[in-house]
């Protein structure tokens, strides 16, 4: 099935979508503290979404083929959790990492964008992992452009991960999104350049490496969503949605608190507008 080329109006929804999103990581950073549980992270997320901005939190009782629906508004991934963490009970403690994924509904569009905390003062080998996970989103953001391939992003940020002694994640992926959640393509984090679909402009998919410290193993648990690493290891990830443009790439999910980019990489292509 093809990927989708989202209209001016599409781009202009998921423009907005995408802005809220990151707004709601922005607005629960000061609440992510040692003694939190993950459950009060979902509950301060949800009334905001809903309260605040008018926005439906996607997560809450999606049901893919094959699953029971899910049944929180964001997912909160704690140390070797790899994703779909669901919030709960637990309490978080000094050295923990925590991802929360965050995706919004507003008129139909979906906003998509993870990213990593940590509590207290992490590990080395923590803020390490979390450093270089960051890296590897920014550089296979980076290769987005018309004429490159899918394959491009995936064997750049195979290639960093590794590089630093990490595994990828093969079994999750970024995606298409739009009015649909999940939609083609399929954004592979490992691969071979030039290989897999061309890029046109008017495609929006995520880019969101899984990078684990140890092995790439993963282990599915009892609920049915939660993956945790098979060797227990800690996994990364960071998480934005992305434009292709005419000549190159916007990320749509920026807020004012987003960690800024690394050196020499852009937030959109020269030429190209920015979401205010």
């Known amino acids: 099935m093809a990927s989708s080329i ?8 998921m ?16 609440h992510v503290q040692a003694g939190v549980t993950t459950g009060e992270i979902d509950r301060l997320c949800h009334e905001y ?10 997560p809450l009782n999606y049901c893919p083929p094959g699953y029971t629906p899910y ?7 704690v140390n070797d959790v790899v994703c779909h963490g669901i919030p709960g009970d637990k309490v978080l403690k000094n050295g923990d990492v925590i991802n929360l994924d965050i995706t919004v509904i507003k008129t139909g569009y979906h906003g998509d964008t993870s990213r990593m905390y940590y509590i207290g003062e992490p590990s080395i080998m923590a803020r390490r992992l979390g450093e270089v996970t960051f890296e590897c989103m920014w550089l296979g953001i980076s ?9 491009d992003i995936g064997h750049i940020i195979q290639q960093h991960a590794e590089k630093a002694g990490y595994s990828v994640v093969r079994e999750f992926c970024g995606h298409g999104i739009g009015k649909v959640f999940h939609e083609e393509p399929q954004v592979l984090h490992y691969g071979r350049p030039g290989t897999l679909e061309e890029l046109v402009a ?33 996994s990364a990830q960071f998480e934005h949605t992305v ?10 999910t920026i807020s004012p608190g987003m960690p800024a980019p690394p050196a020499g990489i852009l937030i959109a292509s020269p030429g190209q507008p920015v979401a205010a």
Not at 51 to 58: C, D, S
Request: charged share 25%.
């Open 143 to 151: 290769k987005i452009r018309p004429g490159a391939h899918l394959g």
């Open 202 to 234: 008017g495609m929006i998919f995520t880019v969101e490496p899984m990078i684990n410290a140890g092995r790439r193993e993963i282990r599915e648990m009892g609920d049915g969503w939660t993956i945790k690493t098979k060797d227990r290891s800690l």
């Open 49 to 58: 979404m809903v309260n605040v901005q008018g926005t439906i939190p996607a």
């Open 6 to 13: 989202k209209s001016a109006e599409d781009i202009a929804g």
């Open 71 to 77: 049944p929180k508004a964001i997912c909160t991934s």
């Open 243 to 252: 434009l292709v443009t005419p000549t190159g790439y916007e990320v749509l």
């Open 15 to 30: 423009r907005i979508a995408g802005k809220l999103a990151a707004e709601v990581l922005d607005f629960i950073a000061p």
